[in-house]
């Protein structure tokens, strides 16, 4: 087969990065998308990536068939499919007429299963290149599978975006990278590269693609490595000897130093380990030499060889080098232009509590591990997390004991009530927690940040408690956190008890507290529920709290209550309570909840 601007492939498995690097190469090339199609099981739709700047999509199909039968021009499979799934894939390739050439990446793949493919595949004359394979570059033309040629700058450097004068097939794939660069800086560069993989039994030898490049009229000269083991090369030797192979033929066979070693060596492929004698490298370089191919004195050797071939056929006029032409500028990918420092991007997103680049993620600029190791308890974490500081006990152990207190108040109340509601319609447990948490406002919860305003004002202000409850009346406004519906002056709150106990063992100081209480006295004489509640004494104990671990200036005081802490305290807290109300009712298996119509007061125009 030959590959041109024209040749079309279907990817087998869903690989960004060797998909992207194929289109890259098509963009450098000047032709259209290669990849038309991407085959992976269980999975449809499209996949988005880059052509030059412009986003294509690419369809996505769980089967082979369909994503044949739907692009009968691609003539490639790119099987980037595991060891464990590739033949399968590969042996319905093998039966798909329009494909004809199958690339098999994994390595690995069972000797049996391998064999059967090669004979499918002399059997439909389809060209398989792999096992255990990166593929190769048709220059200027198709890049077969991926990872070929490395990185995109590598490709301009080896010239690989137009065609030369030089067939190359080798065995490895990180030599046949090496060798586009030698040979684009010896000749005018490589017209086909081909990789046939490292395993014992490749779908295709050195040989087979040899012979396709002898037919390749723009091939002028014929570049391949061998590799010691296996008896590839003598098939090489053999069709010299026959004329089927009549070009300039550089080649060399790794793994000389093998033989100082008294055992059998493996080197990194399958196929490469040490044999009989004729298998070994010195024996095949010999043999090469002596059937009139060129084979330099040492891999080091192989360069200078190849640019004294090159220029040689320069002179006989069998070469003509064109004039090189400029290879246009593929757009580098975001992230690999940012880690070059290629480009500046203001950021969308300001984050100061937390961070997941380290090694490990951090809660400010602490490890999480560290946070376990020292069994930082809730309160150290909502310190890290929502105040940036390292916050004395005593208001570590308020802030966890007001989520205590606030957990929970019964079914009946907003919160709870709409979470129940919502869980017995059979929402799940997140849509019910936002059905609660939804009704906290000024009526419900949202009391502790008003009470927080004002007794911060009040007390900033130095306002007599007198003056401040007298202006509250005038204005019709209630006084945030005083007053309970069922406590009274003679039946206290009992959680209020406990902090204001709490607090007089350990507050330094209790201004905020001391002034809620003398308003309370106040009030509690108009009526006796009007006593300070548990959203009251918890603000004011907060703003103690605040101002007496002079952590915080009086400008980050007032941020911290303008952001509204305390209400987000208070959301925190009964989540809790909401969240074991909803389990509750799921577990009691509770049916769709419908209010009781005797329950309603029903209004309308007729008498």
């Known amino acids: 087969m030959n590959f041109t601007k024209q040749t079309t492939a279907i990817f087998y498995n869903l690989k960004p990065l060797p998909i992207q690097q194929m289109l890259d190469f098509d963009f450098l090339c000047e032709r259209p998308p290669s990849v038309i199609a991407i085959v992976h099981p269980g999975k449809k739709g499209v996949h988005k990536a880059f052509f030059g700047q412009k986003e294509v999509l690419i369809p996505v199909y769980d089967s082979l068939q369909e994503a044949t039968q739907k692009h009968q021009t691609a003539e490639v499979l790119i099987n980037f499919a595991s060891h464990r799934s590739a033949y399968p894939a590969a042996k319905e390739a093998m039966e798909t007429t329009s494909l004809k050439t199958i ?28 096992p255990s394979t990166v593929g190769g570059i048709a220059a200027g033309s198709f890049r077969i599978a991926g990872y070929a040629g490395g990185k995109i700058e590598n490709v301009i450097r080896a010239k690989l975006y137009r065609p030369g004068s030089v067939g190359l097939v080798s065995k490895s794939g990180g030599m046949m990278n090496e060798l586009f660069n030698i040979i684009a800086r010896t000749t005018d560069g490589v017209k086909e590269g081909v990789a046939v993989g490292g395993d014992l039994f490749p779908g295709s030898t050195l040989l087979d693609h040899l012979l396709r490049f002898e037919k390749d009229e723009k091939i002028k000269l014929l570049v391949a490595l061998g590799e010691l083991g296996g008896k590839q090369e003598y098939d090489i030797i053999k069709a010299r000897q026959e004329g089927r192979s009549t070009k300039p033929l550089i080649m060399w066979i790794p793994g000389t130093c093998a033989e100082i070693f008294p055992w059998e060596v493996q080197f990194g492929h399958a196929g490469a380990k040490t044999g009989s004698d ?6 095949k370089n010999q043999a090469l030499k002596e059937a009139g191919i060129i084979v330099p004195e040492s891999f080091e050797r192989l360069e200078e060889k190849i640019k004294e071939t090159f220029e040689e056929l320069k002179k006989e006029g069998k070469i003509i080098v064109e004039e090189e032409p400029m290879p246009k500028e593929v757009p580098l990918d975001y992230a690999e232009a940012l880690k070059e420092g290629k480009v500046r991007k203001a950021t969308n997103i300001t984050s100061t509590i937390s961070s997941d680049l380290a090694e490990e993620p951090t809660y400010g600029a602490i490890p999480i591990s560290k ?78 940040d008003d009470a927080c305003r004002y007794f911060k004002n009040v007390v900033d202000n130095n306002t007599l408690p007198a003056a401040f409850v007298e202006d509250m009346k005038q204005k019709g406004i209630s006084i945030p956190g005083i007053g309970h519906r069922i406590k009274s002056i003679r039946n206290p709150d009992k959680r209020v008890e406990l902090l204001k106990e709490f607090a007089r063992q350990n507050f330094p100081a209790t201004k905020h507290l001391d002034y809620a209480l003398q308003v309370e006295k106040i009030t509690a004489k108009k009526a006796e529920n009007l006593i300070l509640n548990v959203d009251g004494c918890m603000a004011a104990l907060f703003l103690d709290a605040l101002k007496s671990s002079q952590q915080f200036n009086p400008e980050e005081i007032k941020e911290i209550i303008e952001i509204g802490y305390m209400n987000g305290l208070f959301a925190l807290s009964r989540s809790i309570g909401i969240i074991g109300h909803i389990l509750d009712q799921k577990r009691l298996k509770e049916g769709l909840y419908r209010h009781p119509t005797e329950d309603i007061l029903y209004l309308n125009d007729k008498e």
């Open 103 to 130: 690339v098999i990446v994994a390595e690995g793949i069972p000797e049996r299963q391998t064999k059967e493919l090669i004979a499918l595949a002399k059997q439909q004359h389809k060209l398989i290149i792999g």
């Open 278 to 283: 004729e298998e070994s490298a010195k024996a």
């Open 371 to 448: 946070v376990i190791e020292e069994n930082y308890s809730l309160g150290n974490l909502l310190a890290l997390l929502w105040f940036k500081k390292k916050l004395p006990n005593y208001f570590i152990q308020f802030l966890e004991k007001c989520i205590i207190l606030a957990a929970d108040h019964g079914p009946a109340v907003s919160g709870a009530h709409n979470a129940i509601v919502a869980a017995r319609a059979g929402k799940d447990v997140i849509s019910s927690l936002c059905s609660g948490l939804l009704t906290i406002g000024p009526r419900f919860g949202g009391a502790i």
